[in-house]
């Protein structure tokens, strides 16, 4: 029985063997990644990796033990300044590999990637402002609403409806990004590390 043309073949084909183990984890690197600007990635990476962890948290207990509790009041303090940390990691990376024109080299897909990932983080973190519940927060989704009913979204997203930017933030837009940057990272692997314009491609 011929199985070449199954959803399992193909999805094999797909990842195992376009994805060797040589090449989503390297042992080597050219001498160019020595270099600070190719070390925001993985920053951002871990980043994101304490916001899901303290999200997590977050998501488990619920809005009225983050706001009264001592614990809850930490855990939500890490899960703030991951917030912050990744997108300034993010955007010394982004901004970075635009200086060094980081589509290079069939690398147009993992550019896209990268800055897909931005925007949906953006949208990610409206939803997480929005539901602090404080005033500043209540200020920011009113004015919010009124942007989004001027374009139409607003039949779609109210940002005063702070249930549905709960179930938003932390169930279909952490999937997006979490899928995106998956995405961006096997891109990596499979194309390398962009190299400095003025440098020898190494794969």
Do not use: C
């Not at 160019?32 to 304490?50: N, Q, R």
């Not at 009041?73 to 300044?81: D, F, G, K, R």
């Not at 979204?153 to 979490?178: D, E, K």
Request: no cysteine; aromatic share 12%; glycine share 8%.
């Amino acid at each position: 029985m011929s199985t070449g043309s199954s959803w399992s073949a193909r999805l094999r084909a797909a990842t195992l063997e376009k994805h060797t183990p040589e090449d989503l984890l390297p042992d080597t690197q050219p001498a160019y990644v020595a270099s600070w600007i190719y070390v925001f990635g993985i920053l951002t990476l871990s980043a994101l990796a304490m916001i899901i962890a303290s999200g997590l948290v977050l998501t488990l207990r619920g809005p009225s033990w983050w706001h009264v509790s001592t614990v809850g009041h930490y855990v939500n303090s890490v899960h703030l300044w991951s917030v912050e940390l990744f997108f300034l990691f993010m955007v010394v990376h982004l901004w970075g590999k635009f200086w060094m024109a980081a589509w290079r080299g069939k690398r147009t897909m993992t550019w896209i990637t990268g800055a897909l990932s931005f925007l949906v983080s953006i949208i990610t973190g409206f939803t997480g402002y929005v539901i602090q519940g404080n005033f500043d927060s209540q200020w920011i989704a009113t004015q919010g609403k009124d942007g989004f009913n001027a374009t139409g979204i607003g039949a779609y997203f109210n940002a005063l409806n702070t249930g549905q930017a709960i179930l938003l933030h932390v169930s279909l837009l952490p999937l997006a990004v979490g899928a995106i940057v998956v995405a961006h990272v096997l891109l990596v692997r499979t194309h390398g590390v962009v190299p400095p314009i003025d440098a020898e491609e190494i794969k």
